[in-house]
């Protein structure tokens, strides 16, 4: 690896009205490096990023190409001195091609030869050992393929920086390391890639440097094999690991002893099979299995999110019907959906209108909850769930990811629900983030609320869960508890074995 300084970013300051999100931040990229850019939510990560790509303006600093200063004042500026971005939602148009997509709003304009750019996205996918065709729809292609697109667009384009934001978050082991191979070989082509991730295991198998930064500020700069994992989380919490220990201790591993509150029987959607299911009160279990084997789909079956073409529905020993959601709700159920963006948060209403918004609705929008006990119920949970925010009224879509699903969080525990469901709900956020859900959920169960668990991270299922039902093809192939608890048996049942 060189060590040439391929950017540099100096002094940076940025304040927006009652924060401060970066001061005097340093950082900086080198020729055929992959560096990780790590902190936890609002630590200053994408602000960062955006003064890099022209979105935002740094109230103080400098920036460095090669060598030379350079003034970047929009994205368009980014892109001309060789700074591409690829974001964790794909960008691109799923209706048109894979070279449409690559060369869109590029030379040429509607005047464009549709088979001199077919062969030439074919030359550049193959180059780079994409597995895609410039003819196909990219919306035929996999999420990990439109991201490798993405970037082959941005190599089209001679980028020399890299930014690579969330790519893996919704991709399974396969199409990562596909992603990790090409970022491989552009690296070893000389592109500086600056890689943002949650994912630590991630960071430690294909990133050469980490930068850490927190409260806005710059913590270090440190060679990756020199700074243990252990090392990494308490810099980017600015704390010790002992709150991580303590939640190891007090994992939710015992059998509940409380009566079912839930439990379905034949339940089926038009996304999933039959299943039966049930949960006790202040019990903590979840579904695990690979991406696609049912897991969302059950949970949403359950409650009356997809529409229910089956099966019978018991609360508290009363058959009950859900077909809707506001029947869910109605019946003590709250959802905290696995995609916050398009299922959770409305991101042009404020924090206050978003908390508010699931009990708005169960009372009915004839009883509108008023401005002062809006402001109230906002304030509260802001305050104890800890929600980074400069004020109430501020637009929920301007916060981080993490303080983005704080929010949502607030809205179902403003109904006191008696069984909570939550699907990835620590998906995309940080290392303390994860922590503060990971507890509450144990507070909650320990209050009586049955919550219904369902995590990527299978460590993470562990050390909440006290019961798994394993998912494959849409089927619940086992369930685990007491001592078939550990990841080993989860592996095993659900590439097909039996539980020991």
């Known amino acids: 690896?060189?060590?040439?300084?391929?950017?540099?970013?100096?002094?940076?300051?940025?304040?927006?009205?009652?924060?401060?999100?970066?001061?005097?931040?340093?950082?900086?990229?080198?020729?055929?490096?992959?560096?990780?850019?790590?902190?936890?939510?609002?630590?200053?990560?994408?602000t960062l990023i955006k003064?890099?790509?022209?979105?935002?303006?740094?109230?103080?600093?400098?920036?460095?190409?090669d060598g030379e200063a350079v003034a970047i004042h929009s994205p368009q500026d980014a892109q001309n001195t060789g700074i591409s971005t690829v974001?964790?939602?794909?960008?691109?148009?799923?209706?048109?091609?894979?070279?449409?997509?690559?060369?869109?709003?590029?030379e040429g304009g509607a005047f464009v030869n549709q088979k001199e750019y077919r062969k030439r996205a074919d030359e550049q996918l193959q180059n780079l050992g994409i597995p895609a065709r410039g003819a196909q729809m990219l919306g035929s292609c996999s999420l990990a393929v439109q991201q490798m697109v993405a970037i082959a667009r941005a190599v089209d384009m001679q980028c020399k920086v890299l930014i690579l934001d969330e790519p893996t978050s919704?991709?399974?082991?396969?199409?990562?390391?596909?992603l990790f191979g090409l970022m491989r070989d552009l690296k070893s082509k000389g592109v500086g890639i600056i890689f943002v991730t949650h994912f630590l295991e991630q960071v430690y198998e294909v990133s050469d440097r980490i930068t850490v930064?927190?409260?806005?500020?710059?913590?270090?700069?440190?060679?990756?094999?020199?700074?243990?994992?252990?090392?990494?989380?308490?810099?980017?919490?600015?704390?010790?690991?002992?709150?991580?220990?303590?939640?190891?201790?007090?994992?939710?591993?015992?059998?509940?002893?409380?009566?079912?509150?839930y439990e379905a029987e034949g339940l089926a959607s038009e996304e999933t099979n039959p299943f039966n299911f049930s949960i006790r009160k202040g019990e903590v279990n979840g579904f695990t299995g690979l991406l696609g084997s049912g897991r969302s789909e059950s949970v949403?079956?359950?409650?009356?999110?997809?529409?229910v073409t089956g099966g019978k529905v018991n609360i508290n020993?009363?058959?009950?019907?859900?077909?809707?959601p506001i029947d869910a709700m109605k019946s003590?159920?709250?959802?905290?959906?696995?995609?916050?963006?398009?299922?959770?948060?409305?991101?042009?209403?404020?924090?206050?209108?978003?908390?508010?918004?699931?009990?708005?609705?169960?009372?009915?929008?004839?009883?509108?909850?008023?401005?002062?006990?809006?402001?109230?119920?906002?304030?509260?949970?802001?305050?104890?769930?800890?929600?980074?925010?400069?004020?109430?009224?501020?637009?929920?879509?301007?916060l981080s990811g993490g303080n983005q699903q704080k929010v949502i969080l607030a809205r179902w525990l403003l109904t006191h629900p008696d069984y909570l469901i939550l699907d990835e709900p620590t998906r995309g956020i940080d290392v303390g983030t994860k922590l503060e859900i990971q507890k509450l959920v144990l507070q909650l169960a320990k209050e009586g609320v049955s919550v219904t668990f369902i995590s990527s991270e299978v460590e993470e299922m562990l050390r909440t869960c006290s019961r798994l039902i394993v998912m494959r093809d849409r089927h619940i192939v086992g369930e685990l508890k007491g001592q078939d608890l550990n990841q080993a048996q989860v592996m095993k049942t659900i590439a097909g074995g039996e539980a020991e």
Request: charged fraction near 30%.
């Open 300 to 307: 949403r079956a359950i409650f009356g999110a997809d529409k």
């Open 317 to 324: 020993g009363k058959e009950v019907k859900i077909s809707r």
């Open 87 to 106: 974001y964790q939602e794909i960008t691109l148009c799923p209706n048109l091609t894979v070279a449409e997509n690559m060369f869109i709003g590029r």
């Open 51 to 65: 003064i890099l790509t022209g979105v935002y303006q740094m109230d103080e600093g400098n920036v460095y190409v």
């Open 332 to 398: 003590g159920i709250g959802y905290l959906a696995e995609d916050r963006k398009r299922d959770g948060i409305i991101a042009d209403l404020s924090v206050r209108e978003n908390i508010i918004l699931a009990l708005q609705v169960m009372n009915g929008f004839f009883k509108p909850i008023s401005r002062s006990e809006s402001e109230a119920f906002a304030d509260e949970y802001i305050k104890a769930l800890k929600i980074k925010t400069a004020s109430s009224e501020t637009p929920v879509g301007s």
């Open 1 to 46: 690896m060189q060590e040439r300084a391929l950017l540099e970013m100096r002094g940076i300051k940025k304040r927006f009205p009652g924060v401060r999100a970066l001061h005097n931040v340093d950082f900086t990229l080198r020729k055929g490096e992959i560096h990780a850019l790590m902190g936890e939510n609002g630590a200053g990560k994408s």
């Open 170 to 178: 919704s991709l399974d082991d396969k199409e990562v390391n596909m």
């Open 213 to 261: 930064l927190r409260n806005g500020e710059l913590v270090g700069e440190y060679l990756t094999e020199d700074l243990p994992q252990v090392q990494l989380v308490a810099k980017m919490m600015g704390k010790s690991l002992d709150e991580l220990s303590d939640l190891e201790e007090i994992g939710s591993r015992e059998a509940v002893a409380g009566e079912v509150f």
